[in-house]
């Protein structure tokens, strides 16, 4: 989504740093849903990674949903090293980010906790463990043996 945000100048030029769902039209996004929800029934060993991919996947057979959270800390030192903005730049994006996002998508799919631990099957700290640590934890829980 952010690569085509960005690839359709659909970010305002004086914030590009800001991604939030809010520069999407709801016809847009309700496409993207639903197109993702029927790749999910159709397709077998399919990854998707977007922040409501396992609030979408919700009642579909044989999806197994991961929740990666972060402790704010790590997630504004993400941001500044990312985008090279401030502390308090990145600190205000996340703020506004999260109540936009939260705002449309709740105007869109209803009054949800759409990162309730209990809607997934997951759940891990991507602050207590790092990428390939987390890579290792989904793969157990897959039942991926790595020495085959």
């Not at 997630?75 to 980010?97: G, P």
């Amino acid at each position: 989504m952010r690569e085509y945000a960005v690839k359709n100048n659909l970010f305002p030029k004086e914030s590009r740093q800001h991604h939030a769902a809010t520069v999407y039209s709801d016809d847009f996004d309700r496409e993207v849903d639903s197109l993702m929800r029927k790749k999910l029934i159709q397709e077998l060993h399919l990854v998707v990674e977007a922040d409501l991919a396992g609030f979408n996947a919700q009642g579909i057979e044989g999806v197994f949903k991961i929740l990666l959270i972060c402790d704010d800390a790590l997630r504004i030192d993400r941001l500044v090293n990312r985008d090279n903005i401030t502390i308090e730049e990145a600190k205000q994006h996340l703020k506004i980010r999260e109540e936009e996002n939260t705002k449309k998508w709740q105007r869109l799919y209803g009054e949800h906790d759409f990162w309730d631990p209990k809607l997934y099957d997951l759940v891990i700290d991507t602050y207590a463990h790092g990428p390939n640590e987390t890579l290792e934890i989904v793969l157990e829980k897959i039942g991926y043996n790595n020495s085959i």
